[in-house]
């Protein structure tokens, strides 16, 4: 009797272990369930990173990514993918979540190079924020979290978890509900209104290109912005911006991955307002400290400050981030795209004459600007191409539904940044030879090409081009 007492006692604890290992799976289980469902997750409204690592995923290794721009939200917000790439004849992507660091940078590209090789890096510097360690709080953490969570190789998100989160927040990184639950749990209209918004987004999913994109800033600088500028001063002030030795370690890390790779890499700042930054000199000295042992290329639209980018460009705030507007994040694409061209065009594809290439990108922002529309297209009527007028070479020349007009010159040509354009016109029912005033248009300055841009009044078309008019210049007496 005494024996097999003591047989039972050792039993239990074995059914102990039994019944913890049930209610740790149960647990488990629950909360991959609940992470699945997205019920205590708090930024549906904006799911650029799962939708940035699922277009990853779904583009390669099948399609290509030549360009990589790694950022944060000065990236997402200041480069436009589609332009980018439509001006250089390739397939730039910007790996950009916002608020990330440096060091999440360099794991964000190192999982993105098991999916494809880029030809080219171009690297943003406000990822170089000065932190020195991974003791994240607040907003700081809430962005690395959305980071990592979408990220899918498990064994470089295994090796990022202690480089980026400290001990407390190495479990919650993983788990929405397990970093919110308390504070979803007290908001039952929250938790439906996810459940109902993910059942929705994932019953009309879109498949449509994402090259990491999200510009959402419409209105400019405005005069209760400029007044403090005046009164306060700048709303950064250089000398307090400074770089740690982490950020020099992971820029580092950044150009020797690449070089494994054989993969050009170049830094790029994206502009603040010239008045938003007092003694931006110190500030551009500290990122020279991370920048220049590389021997990279540093494209700084800072200093000296770049022209065409004034107060309609910039995010209307006076804190110290400040991002650009949609109209800042064209001038600073084309601006890029030129600086790439200029020093790195012998490395990239030209995709222009591959038909799996233009039927990805047909249509989207920036590609009328730089490539001719099909003759076909129902949408933009061709009217001229590639052809010889009074010694211009004409690219192409074509008007669209809505009344834009577009004409594409050679990009050496010495035509200033207005021509007027003889057209015959069919106004309502009548045919006239008209004068058309074309102009450059703001920001948009392609490459290969100098594009004039014209908008006509409703029901005229443009049936012909004659020729091009100079205009009789007035003298004063």
Known sequence: MKKENNQSRAVRPFHLLVRLAIIILIAVISVVYSDKKAFFITDQKEPHHEMRWESIYRLTPKTPIDIVVLGNSHVNTGVEPFSLSCALNCTAFDMAPSGIMIADAYYC????????????????????RGIENNKLKGAALADEFRSFYPRRNLKIKLESLPCLFDAESCLPAWSFTLRNHELLLRNRDLMKYNRDLYEKRHKSKDNSLYLGRYSRFKTGINDSIMHLYETEGPAVDGRKEKISKRDIRYARKIVDLCNEKGIEVMFFTLPMYELHI?????WMDEQAKAIAPTEKNWYNMQRPYASGLKRDCFEPTYDKNQHLTIQGSIVATYKLAHYISDHFKDILPDRSTDSKWVDLFYGKDGYFENHTPREDDPDRRLIAKDIILENEHIIDFFQDNRGWLFLKLDSDTSRPGDVYVLAELLDGDEKVIGILDMSVSRGLDPVNNKLYVARLKDNVQV??????????????R
């Open 109 to 128: 590209l190192k999982e993105l190079l098991t999916r494809t090789t880029p030809k080219l890096v171009v690297v943003e510097t406000y990822l170089m």
């Open 463 to 476: 049936l012909n081009l004659v020729g091009f008019y100079e205009m009789p210049v007035t003298r004063s």
């Open 278 to 282: 007092g003694n931006y000199d110190d």
